[in-house]
């Protein structure tokens, strides 16, 4: 009798805890399918409870990172390295990404790892696929997960799609290890979908059934195409809270001798260095998009010298002091890497080494009575540069797509007309992919009412992709979720800021800033927009998003600027945030 009542207690913990998955063919587990069977046949007499499906909330983890390592021998974890990395970079490109959750560690288990990390041990088993336990039970257990990286015996169909299967398996598991049951476990789930519940339940319904979700056996992709769901991103925002902004906050903190940036730590949101440069006063502040170099341009006050000062973004120290010439009324940009420095004015692009401040080309541009924006660059892989003008001889807006190794314009596209009367010109934004453009425009010069629309870089096709009513504000920028920043100026000369989602045409948040204060900054990575006010001293100002859809206005402990009261000088940038790849 004993050992039929601890063999039943010991299947209920593998259904409850333990959610087995299906191989590269979306089948079920025929190990975890005997667990199942099992527990029902021997449960059969047991009073039921009501089943609920998709979050365990008695399972979500209170602690935040959560701690991930790996049960390998030295041989198997150093033959891994390139695994392990999709794994690790998926559940940061889905679950990381849009939530408040973070994982630590990822390195090899050890006698001193902790009782509550999640440790991932490897099996190709044609009987045992990947499966994970629910939630802490991830961190109770060892392991508390298993994947697979060879797929000989299990879903053999994967080789030849190893990186796929990886990342998407990868995605799934950890959703279970955040706590999330199968979707087709809800007892909402339509007849349509005929795949049986497999592993424990949830207690919290997130939302109505969602067929697109990871979790979900009847989705038409499998796992989803290891990508969330509105739904699962709902889910985990839920018990997990929103994105938090990461990396660093670099401010102009003094302008004079000896000039000062000072370091912010957005994830801890404390002040953590204070670099001092040498003679010159800051004009141009910038970094590279790799994010472990931060530049800061010197003017010397004398003839057309002045200093490029490198700064290390992980020891925030000054690497290098490069002499270099100072270009006026000019944006200053790094190359990913931070090798080279392009200096872009109403002419001309000057391209600069680093390393030792040469010029080694110049570009000239096609002024013909136009001049360019402010800030309306971007670079893609192809060693292209995308410049925008505003062409006042015939009141359009071009872009000229700058082929930077052949020293020429490679393509130009008519954007529309000129928007009259504001201070900035359209903005648009490159996709990470470099095949996009999205940017906003007026159809003609009738219009009132703003268009954002998407350029396909390959096939010069134009879709419209929303509008924007003129009440909204002048100095749209579109950003990467597909929002739209607004930075206008009154009547008053206050400036107002907005942010505006055209697929609810719902305004999420307004406010009203000091005049002076610079363009704001949309953060993709936390969904935040950064605004620098311009007042004694100055303030940063975040805008974070909330669970419930509203945005929270903070002032950062980062200071910026020590000048006279009334005085806002500095930088053209006033901030830089730097996310370190």
Same mark, same amino acid.
């Given at each position: 009798m004993f050992s039929q009542i601890t063999r039943f207690f010991i299947c209920l913990l593998a259904v409850l805890f333990i959610s087995g998955c299906g191989d590269g063919n979306n089948l079920s587990n025929p190990a975890a399918s005997a667990?199942?069977?099992?527990?029902?046949?021997?449960?059969?007499?047991?009073?039921?409870?009501?089943?609920?499906?998709?979050?365990?909330?008695?399972?979500?983890?209170?602690?935040?990172? %959560?701690?991930? /390592?790996?049960?390998?021998?030295?041989?198997? #974890?150093?033959? $891994?390295?390139?695994? !392990?990395?999709?794994?690790?970079?998926?559940?940061e490109e889905t679950w990381v990404a849009n939530s408040g959750v973070e994982f630590s560690g990822w390195e090899k288990c050890g006698d001193s790892s902790a009782s509550n990390s999640i440790r991932i041990a490897l099996k190709d088993d044609a009987s045992d696929g990947p499966w994970s336990y629910f939630g802490v039970w991830a961190g109770k257990y060892m392991p508390g997960m298993q994947l697979n990286f060879t797929f000989n015996y299990w879903s053999p169909s994967c080789n030849g799609r190893r990186e796929f299967c990886i990342k998407t398996i990868a995605a799934h598991e950890f959703g279970h290890a955040l706590g999330f049951a199968h979707e087709q476990n809800r007892p909402d789930t339509p007849n349509t /979908?005929?795949?049986?519940?497999?592993?424990?339940?949830?207690d919290t319904l997130i939302g109505e059934w969602d067929l697109a979700s990871i979790m979900n056996y009847c989705n038409p992709k499998w796992n989803g195409d290891g990508k969330l769901s509105p739904t699962d991103i709902e889910m985990v925002q839920k018990f997990y809270g929103m994105p938090k902004a990461k990396g660093t906050l670099y401010t102009v903190l003094r302008q004079s001798l000896p000039a000062q940036i000072q370091a912010f730590d957005l994830s801890t949101r404390t002040r953590k260095a204070t670099v001092d440069l040498p003679s010159g006063e800051p004009t141009a502040m910038f970094s590279n998009s790799n994010g472990n170099?931060? #530049?800061? #341009?010197?003017?010397?006050?004398?003839?057309?010298?002045?200093?490029?000062?490198? %700064?290390? $973004?992980?020891?925030?120290?000054?690497?290098? %002091? $490069?002499?270099?010439?100072?270009?006026?009324?000019?944006?200053?940009?790094?190359?990913?890497?931070? @090798?080279?420095?392009?200096?872009?004015?109403?002419? !001309?692009? !000057?391209? #600069?080494?680093?390393? $030792?401040?040469?010029?080694?080309?110049?570009?000239?541009?096609?002024?013909s009575g136009g001049t360019k924006g402010s800030n309306l660059v971007a670079f893609d892989d192809k060693a292209n540069v995308y410049v925008e003008f505003s062409q006042y001889a015939t009141n359009r807006i071009l872009l000229h797509q700058i082929n930077l190794d052949q020293g020429k314009v490679a393509r130009t596209w008519d954007l529309g007309p000129r928007i009259q009367n504001i201070s900035f010109f359209a903005k648009f934004i490159l996709s990470r992919d470099g095949k996009k453009i999205t940017f906003e425009s007026l159809l003609d010069e009738k219009d009132v009412d703003r268009s954002v629309v998407e350029l396909?870089?390959?096939?010069?096709? !134009?879709?419209l992709v929303s509008t924007v009513p003129s009440t909204i504000g002048t100095n749209l920028v579109p950003t990467e979720d597909g929002t739209v920043l607004s930075f206008s100026q009154t009547g008053s000369n206050t400036t107002v800021l907005k942010l505006y989602d055209p697929k609810t045409g719902r305004t999420l948040f307004t406010d009203s800033q000091a005049p002076g204060s610079v363009?704001?900054?949309?953060?993709?990575? @936390?969904?935040s927009v950064f605004s620098w006010r311009c007042t004694y001293g100055g303030a940063i100002l975040q805008f974070e998003p909330q669970s419930d859809g509203s945005y929270k206005r903070l002032t950062l402990d980062a200071a910026t600027l020590i000048a006279s009261p009334g005085v806002c000088g500095g930088p053209r940038h006033a901030f830089v945030i730097v996310d370190r790849n």
């Open positions: 667990v199942s069977k099992a527990v029902v046949e021997e449960a059969a007499s047991t009073p039921k409870t009501t089943v609920k499906g998709y979050a365990l909330s008695t399972v979500i983890w209170p602690q935040i990172p %959560i701690p991930v /390592c790996w049960m390998l021998n030295d041989d198997e #974890f150093g033959r $891994t390295s390139q695994e !392990r990395g999709w794994v690790r970079s998926s559940v /979908c005929e795949k049986a519940p497999q592993g424990g339940n949830g170099k931060l #530049f800061v #341009f010197l003017d010397k006050g004398q003839g057309t010298n002045g200093d490029l000062v490198t %700064i290390d $973004t992980a020891s925030n120290s000054v690497s290098r %002091i $490069t002499p270099m010439i100072k270009v006026s009324q000019a944006e200053h940009y790094s190359s990913p890497d931070g @090798s080279i420095i392009y200096v872009i004015d109403y002419y !001309r692009i !000057r391209v #600069f080494s680093a390393e $030792t401040g040469a010029l080694s080309k110049t570009i000239e541009l096609p002024y396909d870089i390959d096939t010069n096709n !134009r879709k363009a704001p900054v949309y953060h993709a990575q @936390s969904k």
